[in-house]
């Protein structure tokens, strides 16, 4: 882990240091997906489904029929990798992990959505929004920091978990860095941006939900449950990439 790096992304940030290649991906874990460099192979009973092109994952039963590709989406694949590509060239250091291209959520159905403030610059809820609302980030010892135009940050913070039948934590912007025994760790890996903390056992740590409140407004909240899988009502399955051109596109 790069706890010490500093991580400059715009909207829903992403990841870049690759975990060493285990065995068998665990139960529930993911298996593959672009820029994946961990475990291929699922434990005995269990296949590796593909969810997206950026993730795969270890569920239990037969291995699914490969599905087409949507119309369109190998045109999106090889425009985001030359964008990749654009972007390593331009910004060498990336491979020290001392600074990321810009980022933005790649699933559906939130597809190119950023992450920022629901009432932008201030703290508050954390949301997605627009490639024209997109904020600017730090990850910096395991905080996850939006910078802010006039030169101060908001600290990502994680509600504390009320009971173990609880399996979606709410993220929010504080004007004071996250703190004491509920404050979890932000990292990297692959390109997925990851939260864990010791109190907390979860089947996927880059397994995040997308769940609209009353107003419209798309919050962001930890997945404590397995990825795709008894998602809550209302919500959606994400994981969070980075995006590699050079500023936030619809």
Known sequence: MFSSATLSIFGALVLASG????ATAPQYGQCGGQGWTGATTCPSGWSCVVSNPYYSQCLPGLLRAPQPLPQGLA???ADHLLRQLYCFAQHPSIHERTELCPAMMQEDPNFHQYLRSEVINTAGDAVLGDYTTAAQFQIVDGQLIQMVPDGSKLYAVVEA???PSVMK???SWSTTPASGANA???MWSGDTVEWSIPTIQRPQLNAWLV???ADGNKDVYINLGPYDYNTPPGCADETIHAYTGATPTP
């Open 161 to 163: 978990r009320s009971d």
């Open 184 to 186: 979890g760790t932000f």
């Open 211 to 213: 769940c609209p409140d």
């Open 19 to 22: 975990a060493a290649a285990q």
């Open 169 to 171: 934590l709410k993220m």
């Open 75 to 77: 045109a999106l694949l």
